[in-house]
Every structure is written in C-alpha cells, then in structure tokens.
C-alpha cells in the first residue's frame, strides 16, 4: 500500500508498533520481557563511585546500575534526577545522563535548560508568531529551570492540543524536580511501543492507522519481521549484504552477486549504502560498525562517501569515521533500543 501506515499489535502478549511506508518497514518497536530498564525512563538515583579511566560514574538504580558521564560536582551518596539514554547491554550498567527531557508528542520541557524554542522545520512566521504565544501562556508561572521546545508536528495541531501537551509535560517536570528525597526510585517509566510510536511517529500524518488484532499480519509487518530475522539483506542493484553482530561490533559484508559488469560494485555498493541506517535501525544494532564494500576503484569513494551522508543524516547519533588503510568503511551508532533478537520470541 502506498502512503504511511501506522500499525499497533501484539507480539506475545507485549504491545508492538510499526510505519510501513509505502508497503516498507520503516520504523519498529517492541516491548521487551520482564523488567527492562526503558530508554526514556527517569529515575531518582544515588551516586555510587566513579570509574577511574572512564570519566564517569556509577549510579544505584532500584533495577541495577547506570553509568553516568557527566560527573562534574557529583559526589558519592549524592541522590540524582537521571534519564536512561539508551539500553544496557548484557553485563553492563545501562547509560543515564542528569539532561532530563520531559517529551510528549507537541512539547519538550527541559529543565536546566530555560527559554521557549520552536521547531525550525516550522517556517511561517504567522504561525511561528502564534506558537510563541501560546508557548508563553503554557510556561508563565513556571518553574524558572524550565524551558520549552514546541515540536515541528505543531504546525498541523490545535491550539487546544498544544496546550494540553505543555500542561502536561509541565506539571509532570515541575513534580519530578520536586522529589529527590529518598533512594532509588523510577519516578517516570520509559513509553511503551504504543506510546512512542503516537509520540514520534506521526509528523508528517500518517495517511491509514490499523490496530485491529493481527494489523501486523495484514499490513506486511510479519513478513517483514521475518526478513529481519536473516542475516542477508537482498538489494536492489541484485546484490545482497550480510548483516552480522558479534560481542565487539557489527561486520557487515557487501556482495555483487551475479552482476559481472564494470559498474556492479558501485551499484551494490551504493544500494547497500542507502538501506544500511534503515537496517541497524530496525535490527536495534549500534556501536561500532564496519563494513566490507564489494571491490572497486578507489575514485569511487567518493561517491559512496556522498551516498552515506545522505543515507545517515537523518538518523540519530551517528559518527561516520571513513575509510580504514585496509580499504573498510567505519561508523559508529547510538545505541537507542534493545537488539531486535532479544524482544522478538
């Protein structure tokens, strides 16, 4: 089907989330099993040692530990307002940063971090002149720390929905500053798949939503789920690339495959390219990556160079490092949810 789609089911009884874009996979989300520490969540924690050689600290959580880099004035026993950054790996603590983010699907209040923005994907300046006002109506009388950012999906919304956002966000920041005494506690728990997907997904509007029971059978996810489950990747160009996690990194390997002709490389090369980000995105697969392009002259880098930054700009956290001496391609990514292999069954 052409046009976005979003879709809401059930995988094993744990809610899941999926945008199909023009019949493709384009954004998932999963629950995970049992008591997952949620990216999102915000904790009220205890400072618990630093980590000489690491620049940060641990942090006690009621579910484990978090690792905290920011640890300028942070002493030991000191009780701290913290947000899960990304998921914890096997064994390790789960990452946390005190820059709390209090986000709904039309507002983002940030504490520490005052002022009224609003999305600069949002051009007209009738429009923009109107938010800023109701932005100030939204924070008067609110806690000096606070600032506001109106997001871009504002610009199709009601003002009466906006407000409702702001409110919200507001009252619920304005509490959680307020409650640091005690010990660990999750004070906000990070969304469900459901909730991020109404809270991130729908700018720009999607044009059909399905959350009938078996959506995902019926719009293609399934199917899709089950391409994701395999290592290979089939590419336009005929290619394929092979898509593989181990302990220290992601390898990744580009194949021509029954193309012989001069300009084969490139082609598989720059497909693989253009649905790489959209693959580890989907894979739930970050950190270190290093891909073995197929075989081609070195002035064609270029090219590829071009092709990957495009490919990758719209993705979140991304360092694209460039090419080794023994002709790989480096990046690292952000870690922004589980391994799709641990919250499929």
């Known amino acids: 089907m052409k046009g976005r789609v979003l879709v809401l089911d059930e995988i094993a009884g744990r809610q899941a989330a999926a945008l199909m874009v023009d ?16 990216p999102g969540a915000i904790y009220r924690a205890v400072a618990d040692r630093p980590v000489k050689g690491q620049g940060g600290i641990f942090v006690k959580l009621p579910q484990g530990s978090g690792f905290l880099r920011q640890i300028s004035g942070v002493a030991p026993g000191q009780r701290l307002l913290v947000q899960v950054t990304g998921p914890a790996e096997p064994g390790k603590a789960a990452p946390v940063t005190t820059r709390l983010l209090f986000k709904s699907r039309f507002a983002i209040i940030t504490p ?16 923009r002149a109107d938010l800023q006002a109701l932005a100030e109506t939204g924070m008067e009388g609110a806690d000096p720390r606070l600032g506001l950012i109106l997001r871009s999906g504002c610009a199709e919304a009601q ?19 307020a409650d640091l005494s005690g010990g660990p506690e999750l004070l906000v728990d990070g969304p469900s798949a459901h909730e991020l997907a109404f809270r991130d997904w729908l700018d720009p509007a999607v044009d059909e939503a ?16 089950e391409a994701l489950r395999s290592p290979r990747v089939a590419l336009d160009a005929g ?10 990194l992601v390898a990744v390997d580009v194949n021509t495959g029954p193309d012989t002709s001069p300009a084969a490389a490139l082609k598989a090369n720059i497909a693989a390219a253009r649905d ?11 950190g270190q ?8 002259p070195k002035r064609d880098r270029q090219v590829l160079d071009q092709v990957l930054k495009a490919s990758f700009r719209a993705e979140g956290e991304t360092n694209l490092a460039g090419w080794t001496t023994l002709g790989l391609y480096e990046l690292t990514r952000k870690r922004d949810r589980l391994p799709l292999a641990e919250v499929l069954p």
């Open 23 to 38: 019949g493709r996979l384009e954004e998932l989300a999963i629950d995970p099993e049992g008591d997952v520490i949620l």
């Open 112 to 127: 520490d971090a005052p002022g009224l923005n609003i999305s600069r994907r949002i051009r007209d300046e009738g429009l």
């Open 159 to 177: 003002d009466e929905a906006i407000a409702e956002d702001i409110a919200a966000m507001r009252g619920l920041a304005e509490a959680v500053l």
């Open 210 to 225: 399905d959350t009938a029971p078996g959506s995902f059978q019926r719009q293609g996810v399934t199917e899709a789920l």
């Open 239 to 248: 290619g394929h690339m092979m898509i593989e996690p181990t302990r220290a």
């Open 276 to 286: 790489l980000p959209r693959q580890l995105r989907l894979r739930g697969l970050g």
């Open 289 to 296: 990556v290093v891909v073995d392009f197929a075989p081609m």
